[in-house]
């Protein structure tokens, strides 16, 4: 079953990141049609499996404060800060919509 | 001669005083130049190293080093965190990126002493089976240039330039692997996610290791699969990998997936007898285009056991064959949720898109992530679709179930370690490699070693014999979880049968070690 464009377009929009070129996308039909090979198995009663440690409990820590107070050392590994503000462009403002989008899948 | 762990050699060695801490450092260092054409390490972090050397040497004239790894120089795969050392996953994303901390293996290196040389090279993101697909260039495997090799390659033309010739390393590990190959460090850390310890290690002729997921922390290791990444481990002998994994296991606060129980870090008993042994050989392994090379040093292997007194049968994992199916769709998932994180606000790239937040994460993403690291992205999106949740993502989990059932049936049924290969063939020449693309690399290397990961097993690659174009071939064993002592006595047994023979590489000068045991011995093979 071919991909169709909206599902691609939303893609693009779920994982901000872009096809780029047909190759992007069959790339993306030749891994499903690799994962289709999945239903082959018959998987009726099995639990699915979250973790290879299922038996075991989670640890959890008490919930004191260890460290911190490194806002500084944080701060160096960003682009664009003011004090100690990470700075973003304006949010809120949806990606465009495909025929407006700088994306090659305008053209399908 | 009997062939000591190097660690304990080079260990024995430093607390003599047979070589200093800072010499050593020297020479490796000197060697990292030396071999700068297998393109092994991104960064190398030469004054912190040589610090660290010096600091190691006052310990020791103090006659108070911290361990056996006080002084060992090491390196350290490029998606772990090193504090106020570059760590880039060998992605634009990531160039420039100082982490602010180290990863807790790493801490735990540190502590004991050892001296950090650098930062390996990988795959982008440790996603790939080649070490090639990164954006400082492929790594080459120290085996092209070695004297076995050169000798059984036999040039296609006269004008055909030998350097055209080289093989891979495998991957996603392979910077790693071939540091400790080529001698430039003592033991290096990998990831292991598929396969991504082991398959370099069998393809240049190194230990590697990877534990049970839960045993070693990894926290500060940049993740790829939540459930199924581990810190890999890649040394040059059995010995050596079971001192390092004593430094690195046990519970980390830090990581709440490491489990709680008590580790004691052990010595490997030197067996003698394996006749208690029951050496289990699973038949899907057979895979379809395993070499006959491989399938006849796996047999040897098997008949090895046998002769030596162990019980040697031949099981049953059914769902092998799916592994890699559904690793393919679990990895490809948590990638897209992993992945998410990097946006450009907080550290790494950022795009100079400045629109809004949505485009300029679309722009940084699109600038930093390669092809590979992309379409994983994408296709994990799409399994993780809600129309598709059911079908592809919770499908996988259910076979994920159905393929470690497998392994705990067979080791209930009394079967103590497998045996198995651990690649198809052995390294192919670079230029093969990349006609083909990445997902269908990586799915045809996987599918030896994926499966351990699934089920969350240890698994270790042992060097075994050179094939027939004078490259390394290893063998894998598997074992129960938590049982690395088992699973690396076994291993440590059959090191020593079959004497693998040493690299031999003309830039490497090994008079200047001075502590190796040179082992000539007739081969397995």
Same mark, same amino acid.
């Given at each position: 079953?071919?991909?169709?464009?909206?599902?691609? &377009?939303?893609?693009?929009? !779920?994982?901000?990141? *872009?096809?780029?070129?047909?190759?992007?996308?069959?790339? #993306?039909? +030749?891994?499903?049609?690799?994962?289709?090979?999945?239903?082959?198995?018959?998987?009726?009663?099995?639990?699915?499996?979250?973790?290879?440690?299922? &038996?075991?409990?989670?640890y !959890?820590?008490?919930? *004191?404060?260890?460290?911190?107070?490194?806002?500084?050392? #944080?701060? +160096?590994?960003?682009?664009?800060?003011?004090?100690?503000?990470?700075?973003?462009?304006?949010?809120?403002?949806?990606?465009?919509?495909?025929?407006?989008?700088?994306?090659?899948?305008?053209?399908? | 001669?009997?062939?000591?762990?190097?660690?304990?050699?080079?260990?024995?060695?430093?607390?003599?005083?047979?070589?200093?801490?800072?010499?050593?450092?020297?020479?490796?260092?000197?060697?990292?130049?030396?071999?700068?054409?297998?393109?092994?390490?991104?960064?190398?972090?030469?004054?912190?190293?040589?610090?660290?050397?010096?600091?190691?040497?006052?310990?020791?004239?103090?006659?108070?080093?911290?361990?056996?790894?006080?002084?060992?120089?090491?390196?350290?795969?490029?998606?772990?965190?090193?504090?106020?050392?570059?760590?880039?996953?060998?992605?634009?994303?990531?160039?420039?990126?100082?982490?602010?901390?180290?990863?807790?293996?790493?801490?735990?290196?540190?502590?004991?002493?050892?001296?950090?040389?650098?930062?390996?090279?990988?795959?982008?993101?440790?996603?790939?089976?080649?070490?090639?697909?990164?954006?400082?260039?492929?790594?080459?495997?120290?085996?092209?240039?070695?004297?076995?090799?050169?000798?059984?390659?036999?040039?296609?033309?006269?004008?055909?330039?030998?350097?055209?010739?080289?093989?891979?390393?495998?991957?996603?590990?392979?910077?790693?692997?071939?540091?400790?190959?080529?001698?430039?460090?003592?033991?290096?850390?990998?990831?292991?996610?598929?396969?991504?310890?082991?398959?370099?290690?069998?393809?240049?002729?190194?230990?590697?290791?990877?534990?049970?997921?839960g045993l070693i922390s990894?926290?500060?290791?940049?993740?790829?699969?939540?459930?199924?990444?581990?810190?890999?481990?890649?040394?040059?002998?059995?010995?050596?990998?079971?001192?390092?994994?004593?430094?690195?296991?046990?519970h980390d606060?830090?990581d709440s997936t490491t489990i709680?129980?008590?580790?004691?870090?052990?010595?490997?008993?030197?067996?003698?007898?394996?006749?208690?042994?029951?050496?289990?050989?699973?038949?899907?392994?057979?895979?379809?285009?395993?070499?006959?090379?491989?399938?006849?040093?796996?047999?040897?292997?098997?008949?090895?056991?046998?002769?030596?007194?162990?019980?040697?049968?031949?099981?049953?994992?059914?769902?092998?064959?799916?592994?890699?199916?559904?690793?393919?769709?679990?990895?490809?998932?948590?990638?897209?949720?992993?992945?998410?994180?990097?946006?450009?606000?907080?550290?790494?790239?950022?795009?100079?898109?400045?629109?809004?937040?949505?485009?300029?994460?679309?722009?940084?993403?699109?600038?930093?992530?390669?092809?590979?690291?992309?379409?994983?992205?994408?296709?994990?999106?799409?399994?993780?679709?809600?129309?598709?949740?059911?079908?592809?993502?919770?499908?996988?989990?259910?076979?994920?179930?159905?393929?470690?059932?497998?392994?705990?049936?067979?080791?209930?049924?009394?079967?103590?370690?497998?045996?198995?290969?651990?690649?198809?063939?052995?390294?192919?020449?670079?230029?093969?490699?990349?006609?083909?693309?990445?997902?269908?690399?990586?799915?045809?290397?996987?599918?030896?070693?994926?499966?351990?990961?699934?089920?969350?097993?240890?698994?270790?690659?042992?060097?075994?014999?050179?094939?027939?174009?004078?490259?390394?071939?290893?063998?894998?064993?598997?074992?129960?979880?938590?049982?690395?002592?088992?699973?690396?006595?076994?291993?440590?047994?059959?090191?020593?049968?079959?004497?693998?023979?040493?690299?031999?590489?003309?830039?490497?000068?090994?008079?200047?070690?001075?502590?190796?045991?040179?082992?000539?011995?007739?081969?397995?093979?």
């Amino acid at each position: 079953p071919q991909v169709t464009v909206e599902v691609l &377009d939303h893609l693009e929009h !779920l994982a901000l990141v *872009d096809f780029r070129d047909w190759e992007g996308v069959e790339r #993306l039909q +030749k891994a499903i049609q690799f994962a289709d090979q999945l239903h082959e198995v018959n998987t009726d009663g099995v639990e699915p499996m979250d973790s290879v440690l299922e &038996d075991r409990c989670l640890y !959890l820590r008490e919930d *004191d404060v260890t460290e911190g107070n490194c806002t500084k050392e #944080l701060l +160096k590994n960003a682009k664009e800060k003011v004090e100690e503000y990470f700075v973003a462009p304006p949010g809120n403002i949806p990606l465009p919509k495909l025929e407006e989008r700088d994306t090659f899948l305008q053209g399908s | 001669a009997q062939v000591e762990g190097l660690h304990f050699q080079v260990s024995a060695a430093l607390r003599e005083g047979r070589v200093s801490p800072a010499e050593l450092c020297q020479r490796c260092l000197s060697l990292i130049k030396g071999t700068k054409f297998l393109n092994a390490y991104i960064t190398v972090a030469e004054e912190t190293a040589l610090r660290q050397a010096e600091e190691s040497e006052k310990r020791y004239r103090r006659g108070q080093p911290l361990g056996v790894l006080d002084g060992i120089p090491v390196a350290v795969k490029d998606n772990f965190n090193t504090a106020g050392i570059e760590t880039t996953c060998a992605s634009n994303m990531l160039k420039g990126y100082i982490s602010p901390y180290n990863a807790t293996v790493v801490q735990k290196l540190l502590d004991q002493g050892a001296v950090l040389l650098g930062k390996t090279n990988l795959d982008e993101f440790a996603m790939g089976s080649g070490s090639t697909d990164g954006v400082f260039g492929p790594v080459r495997n120290p085996w092209s240039y070695s004297r076995q090799y050169k000798e059984k390659s036999v040039p296609k033309s006269h004008s055909e330039d030998k350097e055209s010739n080289w093989v891979i390393t495998g991957g996603s590990s392979g910077g790693s692997a071939a540091a400790v190959s080529s001698f430039t460090c003592f033991a290096a850390l990998g990831s292991d996610t598929g396969g991504s310890t082991r398959n370099p290690a069998a393809h240049c002729g190194v230990v590697g290791l990877k534990p049970t997921y839960g045993l070693i922390s990894r926290h500060g290791l940049i993740p790829l699969v939540n459930s199924m990444d581990v810190p890999g481990i890649l040394t040059r002998c059995v010995d050596d990998a079971a001192v390092v994994l004593g430094s690195l296991a046990g519970h980390d606060p830090k990581d709440s997936t490491t489990i709680q129980d008590n580790f004691k870090p052990f010595e490997l008993p030197n067996l003698t007898d394996v006749s208690k042994l029951s050496i289990g050989i699973p038949k899907e392994y057979h895979a379809p285009g395993l070499s006959s090379e491989i399938l006849a040093l796996w047999s040897k292997a098997a008949d090895l056991f046998k002769d030596a007194g162990a019980k040697v049968i031949e099981v049953s994992l059914p769902h092998t064959r799916y592994s890699i199916v559904c690793y393919h769709v679990l990895c490809t998932a948590e990638v897209a949720s992993n992945m998410a994180r990097f946006d450009g606000l907080e550290y790494g790239h950022r795009s100079d898109m400045n629109k809004s937040t949505e485009s300029m994460y679309a722009a940084t993403r699109r600038e930093g992530f390669n092809d590979v690291v992309r379409g994983r992205i994408l296709s994990g999106n799409y399994f993780l679709l809600k129309q598709n949740y059911e079908n592809y993502f919770v499908k996988a989990q259910k076979v994920r179930r159905l393929i470690a059932n497998d392994f705990v049936k067979v080791f209930r049924s009394g079967v103590d370690v497998l045996l198995t290969p651990t690649t198809l063939t052995d390294a192919v020449p670079y230029m093969e490699f990349i006609k083909e693309d990445n997902r269908t690399r990586s799915a045809q290397d996987d599918v030896l070693t994926q499966a351990a990961n699934m089920a969350g097993l240890p698994a270790i690659n042992v060097p075994t014999a050179l094939s027939e174009r004078g490259l390394p071939v290893g063998l894998q064993f598997i074992g129960r979880s938590f049982q690395e002592k088992q699973l690396l006595s076994v291993a440590k047994w059959f090191e020593k049968q079959v004497k693998f023979p040493m690299i031999q590489l003309e830039e490497v000068k090994r008079h200047e070690h001075g502590v190796f045991q040179h082992q000539k011995s007739a081969s397995f093979s």
